[in-house]
């Protein structure tokens, strides 16, 4: 009978993180995962799951993390409400300009979300979490008084959680991050009272 080796379940997991963040899912194959993580398939199997297991598993811990990233905003916000939405806008946008790569969940929206219906569920549900945040600052300012009062709260912050994709791919398309945080400030006066 062979030796059951000891290993660390979320180092280990960590390492599926970035590979299915650098080549995507489709092109990695179990092989891949067996060389970077250091196990072999049927050590895999049992402990993560299948392919798709994986991956979600990695994108749960990916979100969660990120979730929490942007609720410490709610947690310890900044006496101004214009502020917290500045800050969630570049919390949302700076980490990929740094890395000069796509947050994961976006990557996977686009790569397999479409056809996958288990993926698609957990990003939306995430989804969901991110754009209560950006509600729960809108409500905040306009209690305030610096967010417009006939402003549609809940829309909008539905705008924004997408908005950030799409400053990402403009800032990959045009590397200038002064016209991103340009187009942040724009979004915030076209909420502002």
Known sequence: MGRNREFD?????????????????????ITDLEKHMGMNRSSIYPTYGDKKALLI???TKYMKSKVSEYESI?????????ENLRK???????????EERTCLA???????????????????????????????????????GCFRDDLDTRLTAGFFTGSSSA??????LHKNRKAIYDMMETLIQMVKA
């Open 57 to 59: 598993k990695c994108l």
């Open 88 to 98: 969630i806008f570049r919390l949302s946008v700076d980490q990929s300009i740094n």
């Open 106 to 144: 976006v990557k996977m929206a686009f790569e397999i979300a479409v056809t996958d219906e288990d993926i698609r569920r957990l990003l939306a549900n995430n989804d969901k979490k991110i754009e209560e945040i950006y509600f729960e600052i809108l409500k905040a300012g306009q209690q305030q």
């Open 167 to 172: 400053l990402f791919k403009n800032y990959a």
């Open 9 to 29: 379940y979320e180092q280990k997991l960590d390492i599926a993180l970035e590979l299915f963040w650098a080549q995507g899912f489709h092109v990695t194959s």
């Open 74 to 82: 709610l947690k310890e916000p900044l006496p101004d409400a214009i």
